[in-house]
């Protein structure tokens, strides 16, 4: 028969003490989140069954899968890493454990199960960033695990997503540069190349057709391929005052794209973009933007596939996490 684990043998391997781990397993104040998460990482790896805090049952321990779509992750960390990195904190203060996994190209076109979920070691999956709608039809149609996705959103599935409030995201950055003084102001971002892209494309043209503000289809700009490549912006041949670009990595491209034909960023182009995450290093600027929640919209998805793992009472909805404007060093005041 396989030997209990007790409090003390997870407090031995994480090198704390035992009432450090009573307190975070328990819910008690006094545990960093961190750590807390730490502890309850470990102690599902060992097989410890956290007590619950009332009706003398046992909190079961969730396995959850995380993808991100080979696409998301370049040579220096993406926005969607960092959410990842932000999923895994919260997640042991949920009881969950997270399994990850990078979904290579081939195993998407192929229709093909993360090994873990081929394997059956986990009860519920989270996926970060948009795959194909073939892909997620095929994970949708999974009967052993519910399925959340997680910034971005598909018709006629049944599992739930959370996302950032991207239509009036940009219609608060668009509206932000009409307050200072910008007319003439284009969008960066290849339509039809993801939700959030086109969804943020909407919110660019609702705050001009408010303000009365031309929109002319040069302005329209693409910044990647539709497989997601970034790269290879076109500038108009008139000129903007301002730029409006769908990530604050395609702003990046296009500040160091600007600066490489002699115009100066604010002084003679304003830029905004969208997420408020960039490597350091990227462009010479800082980028005002709009700052997505992520620690909110972590936390909504992880209780979401949660309760669907144990209940399987949660709707196929749509859940809208808002933002804010951070205003940095990229745009100037038109007088």
């Known amino acids: 028969m396989k030997k209990a684990v007790r409090l003390s043998d ?16 328990s819910g008690q104040k006094g545990v960093s ?35 991100i779509g080979e696409k998301y992750l370049g040579p220096y960390p ?13 997640a042991g203060l949920h009881s969950c454990v997270i399994l990850f996994e990078v979904l290579r190209h081939e195993r998407e076109a192929a229709l093909k199960l993360p090994l873990f979920a081929a394997e059956q070691q986990i009860q519920g999956l989270i ?20 399925v959340v996705m997680v910034d971005f959103m598909m018709q006629g599935l049944r599992c ?14 668009v509206n932000y540069l009409i307050g200072q003084g910008h007319k003439e102001i284009a969008y960066v971002g290849t339509l039809l190349a993801s939700n959030s892209i086109t969804d943020r494309y909407f919110g660019y043209r609702k705050a001009l057709l408010e303000n009365g503000l031309e929109m002319n289809p040069d302005w329209v700009i693409d910044d990647r391929t539709m497989e997601g490549q ?8 008139r000129m903007p005052t301002a730029f409006a670009c769908n990530c604050d990595l395609t702003a990046s491209e296009l500040v160091n794209l600007l600066e490489s034909r002699g115009y100066r960023i604010p002084e003679d182009i304003s830029i905004v973009g ?47 996490v808002s933002g804010t404007v951070v205003m940095k060093e990229s745009v100037r005041r038109m007088e």
């Open 10 to 25: 997870i407090a031995e391997r994480l090198q704390v003490s035992t009432v450090t781990v009573s307190n975070a397993l």
């Open 33 to 67: 989140e961190e750590l807390r998460a730490r502890i309850k990482q470990m102690a599902a790896e060992m097989g410890y069954q956290v007590k619950g805090t009332s009706g003398g049952g046992s909190k079961r321990i969730l396995n959850v899968g995380v993808i």
């Open 78 to 90: 993406s926005y969607y890493w960092k959410v990842y990195q932000e999923l895994s904190l919260i």
């Open 127 to 146: 996926v970060i960033g948009e795959v194909s709608r073939e892909y997620m039809e095929f994970l949708d149609g999974q009967p052993d695990f519910p």
């Open 160 to 173: 739930p997503s959370v996302m950032a409030d991207n239509y009036y995201g940009m219609y608060k950055m």
């Open 230 to 237: 970034i790269g290879n912006i076109r500038l108009p041949e």
């Open 274 to 320: 969208f997420d408020n995450y960039l490597y350091e290093g990227l462009c010479d600027i800082s980028i005002t933007s709009y700052e997505v929640d992520i620690k909110e919209m972590v936390r909504c998805a992880i209780k979401i596939v949660a309760a669907l793992a144990e209940h399987g009472d949660v709707p196929a909805d749509m859940r809208l």
